[in-house]
């Protein structure tokens, strides 16, 4: 199975930025539908980002704005760059994708009103925004 690692989480006033980032152990990513989702204890998985085989992005409205999905092709790396954070951005992130090496068990999302299907995803970094 494809094994997706994130990084780039910490603890971060209000206001502050952090930049996420995704590597794909061993595999290319850059063809393969890809994003970001979160999760706050005692909540539901909110869907993030999302970033297409073609570059096209989609956002959920919370973040619209503030938060930037990119790839870099040549680093074979997926990033999350986050301004303007605020106390309800904490939650555990996690950089998924649909890849014909996932899981067989999958996370469905609702990205800005899209629809998006996960198979694979990594164990998460912590984003903590203190006000």
């Known amino acids: 199975q494809v094994q997706l690692v994130e990084s780039g989480g910490g603890s971060v006033q209000a206001g502050g930025s952090l930049r996420l980032s995704c590597t794909a152990s061993?595999?290319?990513?850059?063809?393969?539908?890809m994003g970001w989702f979160r999760q706050a204890p005692g909540k539901e998985r909110e869907g993030v980002a999302v970033?297409?085989?073609?570059?096209?992005?989609t956002y959920a409205d919370s973040v619209k704005g503030r938060f930037t999905i990119s790839l870099d092709n040549v680093k074979k790396t997926l990033f999350l760059q986050m301004s303007a954070l605020e106390p309800e951005d904490t939650a555990m992130y996690y950089c998924?994708?649909?890849?014909?090496?996932?899981?067989?068990?999958?996370?469905?999302?609702?990205?800005?009103?899209?629809?998006?299907?996960?198979?694979?995803w990594g164990q998460g970094t912590q984003v903590t925004v203190s006000s």
């Open positions: 998924a994708a649909q890849h014909p090496q996932g899981r067989p068990k999958t996370v469905v999302l609702n990205v800005g009103g899209r629809r998006v299907v996960f198979n694979a």
């Open positions: 970033i297409d085989s073609d570059g096209d992005t």
């Open positions: 061993g595999h290319s990513i850059s063809q393969y539908f």
